[in-house]
């Protein structure tokens, strides 16, 4: 099937006409997620929608990242649903420093989510089949969510999935690495602060990024984060590190629990997450499967168009096999 995707030639070009669609199309609001904190959001219905996605983003990103993926999925007939995780994006923070990659415990993101889908995805949303996009860390969210509540999703579609992270460190060792950092933010009387090596958000020029191999997609990505600093955020602290070792051992060990129809795309030069933890992950799965894309960096739907485009028509083809069904 021919699918309308967008393309790094005329990307530039539409970029006001997908301006248009944005002013005129989506629906924008916040509401109380878990301790009061305010959760952004996003949504659109096309006319004779077909099924509903529901995005479930990677750390430091926001809702005006996926302008793109948006635009494509509205414009193949599907309604979208997204909201910027707790701490990043146009969520609130929790840190005195709003660059500090933080959260307490990913149960506090799987609540944001569940409230998001009982109270804005299902009033909104059109007949249909529920469908998910996941990325990295919004992969580990979105299965601690299907974990959660079993029937939330028809299907699941996970792309460079954060079931482990990379360096791979031996467990001992990270265990030791946080405690160290642990106590030495305790003894400065700080709430939490970064892992070792991390800091603030800093802009990379595109020459040796290992995100992207589309210098255009890149180049959007940085311009937007540089005209809204308010969705900025730099690395990791200790106590994200934590609860997220404490989320993938979860999966790991309920991973015979996903048993909903999943494809997992997994980045074969992926230097941010694991893939090895990611074949783990769906061997142990009753019915996902992983599909490896030759040459690509870990953000697939911001890709080089040969790398996007036959991953965006795979997701397509994925979620429309539930509606012939």
């Known amino acids: 099937m021919d699918w309308t995707l967008s393309n790094e030639h005329t990307l530039i070009a539409s970029l006001q006409e997908m301006e248009h669609f944005w002013q005129t199309q989506i629906n924008t609001g916040v509401f109380d997620g878990a301790g009061d904190l305010t959760i952004a959001y996003a ?3 096309p006319d004779n929608a077909k099924a509903t996605v529901v995005i479930s983003s990677g750390r430091i990103e926001s809702y005006l990242k996926y302008k793109e993926v948006i635009w494509d999925l509205f414009q193949n007939g599907f309604a979208v649903f997204i909201l910027d995780h707790r701490g990043q994006g146009l969520s609130g923070r929790m840190t005195t420093n709003p660059h500090f990659g933080y959260v307490a415990d990913f149960q506090d993101y799987v609540a944001d989510f569940t409230y998001f889908l009982t109270h804005i995805v299902t009033p909104n949303e059109p007949s249909g089949p529920r469908l998910l996009l996941a ?3 919004g992969c580990a969210i979105g299965a601690l969510t299907i974990l959660a509540l079993p029937n939330s999703f028809q299907r699941a579609v996970f792309c460079s999935p954060m ?3 990379r360096p ?3 467990d001992w060792l990270s265990r030791r690495l946080l405690a160290w950092a642990s106590r030495r933010h305790q003894r ?3 709430q939490t602060g970064y892992f070792i090596g991390q800091k603030d958000y800093l802009p990379h020029s595109f020459t040796g990024n290992r995100l992207t191999h589309s210098e255009t997609r890149y180049q959007l990505f940085r311009e937007l984060y540089a005209q809204v600093p308010d969705i900025q955020l730099g690395g990791v602290t200790v ?3 934590k609860a997220a070792m404490a989320a993938m051992r979860e999966i790991q060990q309920r991973a015979d629990e996903l048993t909903l129809p999943a494809l997992l795309l997994s980045a074969q ?5 694991d893939n090895k933890k990611q074949k783990l992950i769906a061997a142990l799965a009753s019915n996902m499967e992983v599909v490896s894309i030759p040459g690509a960096y870990h953000e697939l739907l911001i890709e080089a168009d040969a790398i996007r485009i036959p991953v965006m028509s795979k997701i397509l083809q994925f979620f429309t096999a539930q509606l012939t069904r």
Do not use: R, Y
């Open 269 to 273: 030069q992926d230097t941010v997450v």
């Open 163 to 165: 079931f482990g992270i």
């Open 43 to 45: 949504w659109c219905v």
């Open 168 to 170: 791979a460190l031996p």
């Open 135 to 137: 990325h990295s860390m």
């Open 239 to 241: 106590s994200w590190l």
């Open 188 to 190: 400065a009387g700080m």
